[in-house]
């Protein structure tokens, strides 16, 4: 259940300040205010999804191709196109704390962890 008082549902109101890095129709891009690699900025659509699945699977197909987009275009933006990785954490047990759907884009000179 999508709650609209979640702090990213703020941030799209306006009613909290965000350093953007991105903006369009479909997404905004801001850096996470408790960054955990060198470039850490969370992409939000500005649609009612609490997950990657919820989006996944409600989402218009052209609102998801716009927000896809808005990623990369996010990524043009950061100058991030060859070292960046995407996160979704999707759920309490794998971490998810904001249950707005959005993706971590994260960079960093050499990250510690390989997948
Ligand atoms: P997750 O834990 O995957 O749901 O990611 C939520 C992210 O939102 C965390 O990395 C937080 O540091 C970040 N965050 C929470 N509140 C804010 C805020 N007001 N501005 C920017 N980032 C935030």
Redesign the pocket.
């Given at each position: 259940m999508y709650d609209k008082n979640n702090?990213?549902a703020?941030?799209l109101r306006g009613e909290?300040?965000?350093?953007t890095v991105y903006s369009d129709d479909y997404a905004l891009a801001?850096?996470?205010?408790?960054?955990?690699a060198k470039t850490?900025v969370?992409v939000v659509p500005r649609g009612e999804y609490t997950d990657i699945y919820d989006f996944a699977t409600n989402a218009p197909s052209d609102f998801q191709a716009g927000f896809w987009r808005a990623v990369s275009a996010t990524v043009d933006a950061l100058g991030l196109r060859d070292n960046f990785r995407t996160?979704?954490?999707t759920g309490p047990g794998a971490?998810?704390?904001?249950?707005h759907f959005?993706v971590?884009i994260m960079s960093d000179d050499r990250f510690k962890t390989d997948f």
């Open positions: 702090v990213f703020k941030i909290i300040p965000a350093k801001f850096y996470d205010n408790a960054p955990r850490h969370l996160v979704a954490n971490g998810q704390s904001v249950f959005h971590h």
